[in-house]
């Protein structure tokens, strides 16, 4: 679903540098959606007066202030179309919170990543192309350059990670059901534990011939990455919740994107651990498509609460 189709619409005005930058801006400032009633349901956002300056700069002539306004007006809205539906697609029971602080606040958690995650989405539509078509181009265009440059592009940008998406939906099922992981503290940080072969077998398959090791290998990936950008900032936490608010991010993004969600997920950290690079004289379309991954990649504000002890300045 894309903001034309519903809510409030993107100036027609505003270029894709205001309009991220925008993003990024109001997804940092400390706001938390809230439950303002659970029966019947309804959501809206707990803010702070810079997110207020926001909203009533809406109709302002000034484009970064509009920009702004356009974000943190969509914040609220996406925030408030949250149903029950929604909310079981998210792994949330309505009717577990009334009675549990501490699971109302990992459902605000959740709920606050669903925002964010959808409107980066929505802006990568309205923008740019959908990641889907985006790959397509980025296809067509390095078909042009050497072979073992565009196995560089390809592995670079997580092109040769791409598989369907009933591949992926699999891949989640068989990671979080039958392998049944768990999140725990080390001396490292919060890292991924379970069973120990299966674990292996799947961190192994990354280049593997059958698409379903392919897929499951993308999945663990995606969620040590999300594991990773969030180790330093996670505190009181608990752990069973995190996982559950991890499946449920990267099962909305397989939704939304499908295998580009997941790859999106973990493509800074594969660049990271495996020294990825490009050389600078890439031709300038490839570039530009390069840019445009850039912007939609998530990071650990995808995910951060912004409530005491959780600022959202802390993921910055």
């Not at 303002?36 to 309804?42: C, E, M, Q, V």
């Amino acid at each position: 679903m894309t903001i034309e189709t519903i809510g409030t619409r993107l100036p027609a005005s505003l270029n894709d540098g205001a309009a991220w930058a925008a993003f990024d801006y109001v997804q940092k400032l400390p706001w938390t959606p809230r439950f303002a009633s659970l029966d019947p349901l309804t959501l809206d956002i707990d803010h702070d007066v810079a997110f207020q300056v926001c909203l009533d700069q809406a109709g302002a002539f000034d484009f970064q202030k509009q920009a702004r306004g356009f974000v943190a007006m969509r914040v609220l809205e996406i925030a408030e179309s949250h149903d029950d539906e929604r909310l079981r697609l998210l792994g949330i029971v309505t009717k577990d919170i009334s009675s549990c602080a501490k699971r109302e606040e990992n459902a605000l958690y959740t709920i606050r990543a669903s925002v964010v995650s959808r409107l980066r989405s929505e802006l990568t539509q309205a923008l740019n192309t959908c990641p889907r078509a985006w790959a397509e181009q980025l296809e067509e265009r390095i078909a042009r350059v050497p072979e073992e440059l565009r196995r560089q592009i390809a592995i670079y940008t997580g092109l040769d990670q791409s598989l369907r998406q009933k591949e992926v939906k699999a891949g989640l099922n068989y990671v979080f059901r039958t392998m049944e992981p768990e999140i725990v503290r080390d001396r490292t940080g919060l890292v991924l534990s379970g069973h120990e072969r299966k674990l292996r077998e799947v961190r192994a398959a990354r280049s593997d011939k059958e698409p379903k090791a392919r897929a499951r290998n993308l999945v663990v990936r995606a969620l040590e990455a999300r594991l990773a950008a969030l180790a330093r900032c996670v505190g009181s936490v608990d752990l069973d919740g995190l996982l559950s608010t991890l499946e449920a991010d990267l099962r909305e993004r397989c939704e939304t994107d499908g295998c580009w969600g997941l790859i999106d997920a973990s493509i800074r950290r594969d660049r990271q651990l495996e020294g990825l690079l490009l050389p600078d004289f890439l031709p300038p379309e490839i570039w530009d498509l390069i840019r445009q991954q850039e912007r939609r990649l998530p990071d650990a504000s995808d995910l951060s609460p912004a409530s005491p002890g959780h600022t959202a300045s802390s993921f910055a």
